[in-house]
């Protein structure tokens, strides 16, 4: 595939061909199957070739690619042509706005907006939609750089205005000429000379002679050639040269594939029989016309047909890939089975044995607990005293310096008290489940915030559960000095007196990035403010 990629813009041809050999054994990843098929739909457009084969492998780009990749708005232009090709306009015109859509998002992939636009203003000019065809048109123009494709945009541009201002019409037909020069494209040049040679009075006949026998000059060996002589035909009929006409357009009938083409060539040469009075051919060849006329019904039928083929080798392909994904169900659910036996008993043994360290640590738990209940008990006992003393204090005068001396020492008594309490919370946070998950979580490693790991919902429940009790007496200071404070926000306010960084506390909230934790920061800052 990436040998086809490379030769995909200078020789699309031998693209095609590497693309079309792959053999249909080989088995693809999603990632390799989506790519298969953008490269295949170019391969296939650049050749000039039906893109109704790509049908259901561009399907698998639009189911693999999202919204925000530039590969969806490349499949999307795709299946808009394909389905241009089934003449199914309304489809057609949805997925190219859908792919416009999109490549608003990429500003540098000016060559797919480019295809987009040229293809969108084609099906609103087929549509008789001409404002938003001139519109969609002129969009194109200012996305081209090089002459070939500013000699495209006009020449579109110059076909939507067949019923407006002529001479405006004519300057856009002479400017897309001159940029087909400038490009040394001949196809381009040939197109261009064709379509200057329609717009010349009968007084100018001689410009529509010299510009059609341009174009057929510069019309390379490989492009049909059928329009290039139909018109020139035209052009020696109004000149009153049938002898030229009729050869011309004789030459146009050969190898003509297009029903409705030959029909009018026919039309044609039928006219110039009756002006040199030959009713006889006049009569053979208004025949035939009428025989190709009718059979432009089969023509149609044939088509409808054909879709309808199509439709149904879709669904064939549908119902073996459902078939595929049941015999893939089925051997996914035997194997899931077998691992959840062998999980369920490794994790047997692992909660019997967790079970024996968990009985050791209430156990410690239970001592830390008592120890940390005394020491609040102290605490409290300290300041009920430094309370007192302060009230004498007031009615002492003679032993302030004393009692001041002795509020000290039991106030750095309390802070060395609250800090050995401070420790011995935090050593019992640590001891929890949870804060053991916690501490799990902050430690991942992973490539993308998508991949982090956060705690559910029943953790988090836990997980301030816990957090409530050991900082019960810190929250109710907290909520009487702010009481219009949430519990979250108490949580938030604990888990940061633990130590905990900006990205774990975000995780303990559910979140994988801190953007929500410094929004809830902030609000916690204002409750505050508004409680003073």
């Known amino acids: 595939m990436n040998n086809a990629d490379s030769l995909l813009t200078a020789n699309p041809d031998s693209a095609l061909r590497l693309l079309e050999a792959l053999p249909a054994t080989t088995e693809l990843t999603r990632r390799e199957s989506a790519r298969y098929a953008l490269l295949l739909a170019q391969a296939t457009d650049k050749c000039e070739k039906p893109l109704l084969p790509c049908d259901s492998l561009l399907d698998v780009a639009l189911d693999y690619y999202d919204d925000d990749e530039r590969e969806r708005a490349v499949a999307l232009l795709y299946k808009g042509r394909l389905e241009a090709e089934m003449a199914q306009s309304e489809r057609t015109v949805d997925f190219l706005l859908g792919g416009l859509e999109i490549i608003k998002k990429f500003p540098q992939e000016i060559e797919i907006r480019r295809h987009l636009l040229s293809s969108l ?30 000699a495209i945009a006009l020449y579109s541009l110059s076909q939507d205005l067949l019923t407006s201002n002529k001479d405006s019409l004519i300057a856009l037909k002479h400017k897309s000429f001159e940029y087909a020069k400038k490009s040394k494209d001949s196809a381009m040049i040939a197109i261009t000379a064709l379509n200057l040679s329609f717009e010349n009075s009968e007084e100018e006949i001689d410009k529509s002679l010299h510009y059609a026998q341009l174009a057929l000059k510069w019309l390379p060996n490989n492009k049909e050639r059928n329009s290039y002589y139909a018109n020139l035909g035209d052009i020696w009929f109004r000149k009153e040269e049938y002898d030229s006409a ?29 002006e040199q009075k030959d009713y006889q051919a006049t009569t053979e060849l208004l025949y035939q016309f009428i025989d190709i006329a009718d059979s432009t019904y089969f023509s149609e039928q044939s088509t409808q047909i054909q879709q309808l083929v199509h439709q149904y080798d879709i669904k064939q392909k549908v119902d073996q890939e459902q078939r595929r994904s049941k015999y893939l169900l089925r051997n996914v659910i035997g194997t899931f089975l077998i691992l959840c036996l062998v999980l369920i008993v490794f994790f047997q043994y692992r909660i019997n044995k967790r079970d024996k360290q968990r009985a050791i640590n209430e156990q410690k738990l239970a001592q830390a607990q008592e120890k940390y209940n005394n020491l609040k008990y102290s605490i409290n006992e300290s300041q009920h005293i430094i309370t007192l003393l302060r009230k004498e204090q007031s009615d002492f005068s003679q032993e302030a310096e004393k009692y001041r001396q002795e509020i000290t020492e039991r106030e750095t008594a309390i802070e060395r008290l609250k800090a050995e309490k401070e420790g011995l919370r935090t050593w019992l946070f640590k001891q929890s489940g949870i804060y053991q998950k916690v501490e799990k979580l902050s430690k991942q490693k992973v490539t993308s915030k998508k991949e982090l790991t956060v705690l559910t919902n029943h953790e988090q429940k836990v997980l301030k559960e816990v957090v409530m009790e050991l900082y019960a007496d810190y929250i109710s200071d907290t909520q009487t000095q702010y009481p219009l404070l949430t519990d979250e926000d108490l949580l938030y306010l604990c888990l940061e007196k633990a130590g905990f960084s900006y990205q774990t506390i975000a995780l303990c909230f559910g979140n994988t990035t801190t953007h929500v934790v410094a929004q809830r920061k902030y609000r916690i800052k204002e409750r505050m403010n508004e409680s003073k």
């Open 121 to 150: 203003g084609n099906e609103y000019y087929d549509a008789r939609l001409y404002e938003k065809a001139g519109k969609t048109y002129k969009e194109l123009y200012e996305c081209c750089f090089t002459d070939k494709d500013k």
């Open 246 to 274: 009729t050869h011309y357009l004789n030459k146009s009938l050969e190898n003509n594939k297009s029903i409705s083409k030959k029909a009018a060539t026919l039309l044609s040469l039928a006219y110039i029989k009756e």
